[in-house]
């Protein structure tokens, strides 16, 4: 008998959510009807050197410890009131010897440095040559790996770090890591193994009317693709080492909490703890059946609002998350996945790798950044609302027609650090179009409108192109950091032309991660049912009336799909010249 199990039944039931994203990680906890009760979180380390990206799994778990005493304390909610754990994270590659110590991942040998961040592109060589191969698995993923998975990243350790390759004892997403190092189950989540390591999901369709158990010994490994790439070592032991076992996020793993990490997170021994998912799908579980008014009125069916839908995840990252019945293929974007996120749906996921990354670097490098730093400070708002208050002055004083129009002779292609999707090129690179000599505060947040609007079009380049193969998205939901800027929203919702909702509560992607402990301590039937409980809409932004600010932002559309167009025959002469 668990601790758990000895003590008494409490007033109410507490489900925690913990997100580990690209800076912190953070702890949430939610009450039965989805309701935030606190929140908190606890900076992690990570070193950057070139392309190379690391972080430390040691680090991190002492941040989720932090974070969760304290969410805990800040909420008033007792260990015995959590009934339910879930784990979320970026998609990134943890290394582990036997012992489950850190083995290092990095050209400076540190061991603590045992994790290659999601964002890293040092294997985008790697990436090239698995696609060179042509297997049936990269159908799977718009047609190719993407140097941000976990295939590439395998092969450049192979290739060049062979002590702690030969070291390592366990491979792991980050997310199966946490849940790992919480319950000591080393079963893997469909979540992570399908979307970033060529996991076929869909090996397990005959298994979904066997309903009492979801924890599946993996059978959807493509052998022959990791022999073909040169990991061939990796089958070995049936996949021990990338996963023998796989499970429906929300599966209850193993006893629940061990006792050293119910101790070290200041909760009860034996309390379930989820099957976890990637931190952007754990937003989109978070999300997905918020409903708004009209919902009930104009769509006939749940799987048609469902299906309907697309989801931005918007943080360091954008992640564009959608779901069909049926599996749609298409090109440059990842997918299709099936029970990735929402179980016995396909899921489609586009993304941009720098958002709120790329909005950063565009202020962060200017001259007039610190200035409006300070005034920002002092101000007590933060930089982003005060460049939006700018903007909104700049608009009056210049009698523009609205805010869009102030950047009619500036325009951002937003690849700094690549192109996911549509168009899958990593090599890709940013564009900005429209510079002058002006330092002023004023040209700042000029650009930062234009990056806004470079990023909403990229939305729409996803949004248009999922459409035409198959998909028929209407309605937008956005969660994340960036979610909570009114200019981004806003933006986003007049260039791509949908009503966007946002959810009641602004921690989406903690409540996702919440609702996989409320599954695994058998609160709900399914995922889905917990979705349905635990969701609800907010705000509802709809896109501009005005036929003009349509007109504007779609002549700017054009322009920004070919500033990536004279791009390929920019390179294309240069390459000619180098010949």
Not at 158 to 178: A, I, R
Not at 205 to 228: L, N, T, V
Request: one cysteine or more; charged letters at 20%.
């Amino acid at each position: 008998m668990t601790t758990a199990e000895l003590n008494p039944l409490p007033s109410r039931s507490v489900f925690l959510g913990v997100d580990v994203g690209t800076g912190s990680a953070r702890a949430g906890l939610f009450d039965e009807n989805g309701k935030l009760l606190g929140s908190a979180s606890s900076p992690i380390q990570i070193w950057k050197d070139g392309d190379c990206v690391e972080q430390s799994s040691t680090d991190i778990w002492h941040a989720v410890c932090a974070a969760v005493k304290s969410a805990c304390s800040l909420a008033n909610v007792s260990e015995v009131e959590v009934k339910g754990i879930g784990f979320a994270a970026t998609c990134s590659l943890v290394a582990v010897d036997a012992e489950g110590s850190p083995v290092t991942v990095s050209w400076s040998g540190d061991s603590r440095r045992n994790i290659i961040v999601w964002m890293d592109h040092r294997a985008v060589k790697q990436a090239e040559r698995i696609n060179s191969f042509n297997s049936p698995v990269l159908q799977y993923c718009g047609g190719g790996v993407s140097p941000e998975m976990e295939p590439p990243k395998l092969l450049w350790v192979k290739e060049n770090l062979k002590e702690s390759w030969s070291m390592v004892y366990k491979w792991m997403d980050l997310s199966d890591w946490l849940s790992y190092r919480a319950t000591g189950d080393d079963t893997r989540s469909l979540c992570t193994t399908v979307c970033k390591w060529t996991y076929l999901g869909h090996a397990h369709m005959h298994q979904m009317s066997e309903k009492a158990s979801r924890d599946m010994e993996a059978c959807g490994w493509d052998d022959e693709f990791w022999e073909e790439i040169g990991l061939g070592d990796l089958v070995d032991g049936h996949h021990a080492k990338i996963g023998r076992s796989v499970a429906f996020p929300g599966h209850p793993l193993g006893n629940g909490l061990t006792a050293t990490a119910a101790k070290e997170l200041g909760l009860l021994a034996g309390t379930p703890v989820g099957t976890s998912l990637i931190d952007a799908h754990a937003g989109g579980v978070g999300v997905m059946e918020s409903k708004s008014d009209s919902d009930s009125l104009t769509k006939v069916s749940d799987v048609d609002t469902l299906c309907s839908r697309m989801v931005l995840v918007c943080g360091t990252s954008t992640c564009h998350m959608a779901v069909s019945r049926e599996k749609l293929f298409i090109p440059g974007v990842w997918g299709p996945f099936w029970s990735a996120m929402v179980p016995e749906y396909w899921l489609t996921e586009g993304g941009q790798s720098a958002t709120g990354a790329l909005l950063d670097h565009i202020i962060e490098n200017h001259v007039a950044s610190p200035r409006l730093a300070n005034r920002a400070a002092s101000q007590k708002v933060s930089v982003f609302e005060l460049l939006n208050n700018i903007l909104k002055t700049m608009a009056e004083d210049t009698s523009s027609p609205f805010i869009s129009a102030l950047t009619s002779d500036m325009n951002i292609l937003p690849d700094f650090h690549g192109n996911r999707s549509p168009v899958a090129d990593p090599n890709s690179k940013g564009v900005i179009f429209g510079m002058s000599l002006d330092t002023s505060e004023k040209q700042l947040a000029l650009l930062y409108l234009a990056t806004i609007q470079g990023i909403a079009y990229g939305t729409r380049h996803i949004v248009e192109h999922c459409n035409a193969h198959g998909h028929k998205i209407d309605t937008l939901l956005a969660c994340g950091g960036l979610s909570k800027n009114p200019l981004f929203i806003q933006e986003h919702a007049d260039i791509v032309g949908c009503p966007i909702i946002l959810p009641r509560e602004s921690e989406s992607v903690l409540l996702g991660a919440a609702i996989l402990g409320a599954v695994a301590g058998k609160n709900y039937p399914s995922l889905h049912d917990a979705m349905k409980a635990l969701n609800a809409a907010g705000q509802v932004v709809h896109p501009s009336s005005d036929h003009k600010i349509k007109k504007y932002h779609d002549a700017k559309y054009l322009i920004f799909r070919s500033l990536y167009e004279q791009q390929l025959s920019h390179r294309s002469i240069i390459n000619e010249a180098l010949a």
